[in-house]
């Protein structure tokens, strides 16, 4: 007896019910919370109250601005780092005594977050965007190169010896062996390097901005707009949600086997 395969409809719902459900209870709670009066007024908006300061946002167009900015920042700091740190783990966790050297200097940089190096980045390159977009590639590289160093030095070398042995050139162990074996590995950093890159971008954007989602939430917060804040925030993580699934669906497209 074979199992009758479950309607596509109800197959969806079981994956996004538990979600729906947990969002669900937030609300409430973030509703009651606001009615209870546990803050002093004005310190904790409600849904309700958030939702209308978004809506102001949307409808003045400072949204879409501030929106668009942070987009452009983290997106080309982000495929910055993603590329430096992909093409770096994949060096360095096939080749030892390369890892035996970059490794120590990594290890040393990876402690030292973003935003502690805003003051020397804006030094070096002012307060234009090279600096951000710098900053945010340079917490992507870390987080992404340590993803995908693990997972490349974690490929049997007996699979790499075999191909080798079988006359495979260095092209052909890399597509074929090393890239479809390290796959679940690089899917998650990427997924881990877009979400290191919203958390750079906003220690990048409090460096020195006059636009982005973390400038907004600056500004907000120095005239105590706590419901713009909190819609700001409501942003950020949706933004994180949405780039995080587009991912995980580009790693279901291109890389099946994996479990991204």
Do not use: N
Request: aromatic content about 8%; overall charge positive; cysteine-free.
């Amino acid at each position: 007896m074979h199992a009758t395969p479950s309607p596509p409809g109800r197959a969806a719902l079981g994956r996004i019910g538990p979600a729906l459900v947990a969002a669900m209870a937030v609300l409430a709670a973030w509703y009651a919370a606001g009615r209870a009066g546990i803050a002093a007024p004005g310190l904790l908006p409600t849904p309700a109250e958030t939702l209308a300061a978004l809506a102001d946002g949307a409808r003045s167009g400072t949204l879409a601005a501030d929106l668009g900015a942070s987009l452009g920042r983290a997106g080309q700091g982000f495929a910055l780092g993603a590329l430096a740190g992909s093409a770096l783990g994949f060096a360095t966790g096939y080749l030892p005594w390369l890892s035996a050297a970059v490794t120590p200097v990594v290890s040393f940089l990876r402690p030292i977050p973003a935003i502690a190096l805003v003051p020397l980045a804006t030094a070096w390159f002012g307060i234009g965007e090279t600096a951000k977009r710098l900053l945010i590639a340079y917490a992507v590289l870390l987080a992404v190169w340590l993803y995908v160093h693990d997972g490349v030095s974690r490929v049997p070398v007996t699979h790499l010896r075999a191909a080798r042995t079988l006359g495979a050139p260095l092209r052909r162990r890399f597509t074929e062996v090393l890239l479809p074996a390290a796959a679940p590995a690089l899917l998650a950093a990427l997924r881990y390097g877009a979400s290191v890159a919203l958390l750079a971008l906003v220690a990048a954007e409090l460096g020195g901005a006059d636009s982005g989602l973390a400038y907004r939430l600056q500004v907000d917060g120095q005239f105590l707009r706590v419901d713009r804040m909190f819609a700001g925030l409501l942003v950020l993580g949706l933004l994180g949600v949405a780039v995080d699934l587009l991912l995980a669906a580009a790693g279901r497209r291109f890389a099946h086997w994996s479990e991204a």
